[in-house]
């Protein structure tokens, strides 16, 4: 039976592998003339789209069509209501192109030299106005964390920690296993993540200010629900900050033109 290399391993390998044979670029596959521990050519990771938006959420940043969810403050419905969780979230750059493939790289290819880049942009990607009590990962359940052989948000948090002077914390943990977010609805997800994350030592967080660390954010369910675990335990404040976001707007402007034109029909 074939042996099987996984986690830091693999990690090993494929970074002797690509110091001694550089090959080409595992995202547009130009041939690497260096030697490098990052198998991704200067101009793919240089290559990326800022999260830009005309008209967004003044606190939690989403990115809408026109103004109509806004309210004269710039504020969401969901963040008016106090739905969303946390209580800001930044970003570095659009979930798509080659930002997207650094972090399948990342995350699933076990090229786990990326994370000083990543945590880079994890770092422009941090306002210098905010002051941090604490850096913390989102919390894997021990079981995918056993099948994965590593938590990709802790690597990440741990980097920005040690990146900015900021204390890390392991401070929330997952109570219940949840389905792969990306296979389901909105709802669904909410419904998912409701009463999946609890805090270790809630007065390691009370009244602290608490900068919760992902790879990516796409509706912000799972991001909200840690984030008001971790308010719920006495946080003062909870942001977020992803490498990469979805644009949901994507998903919205079909319906939105079709309205049009049915107005002016």
Known sequence: ??????????????????????????????PLHTLTRVPVCDACLASSHPFEAEIFCVQCRTPFVNRSPLDENGCCTLCRLGARGFDAAYCAGEYEGALRKLIHLFKYGGVYSLERELVNRLSDALPRDQRFDLVAPMPMHWLRRLSRGRNHAEILARGLAKRTGIPYQDAAYRRKSTPPQSRVSRAERRRNVRGAFGVKWPETVRGKRILLVDDVLTTGSTAGAC?????????????????????RRAWIEPT???RGRAATA
């Open 1 to 30: 039976m074939p042996l099987k290399v996984t986690g830091p391993l693999r990690s090993f390998f494929g970074w002797a592998g690509n110091l001694l044979y550089p090959a080409d670029c595992r995202i547009c596959e130009s």
């Open 227 to 247: 984030a008001a675990a971790l308010k719920k335990a006495g946080a003062a404040h909870v942001a977020v900050i992803t490498i990469a976001r979805v644009d």
């Open 256 to 258: 939105e033109k079709a």
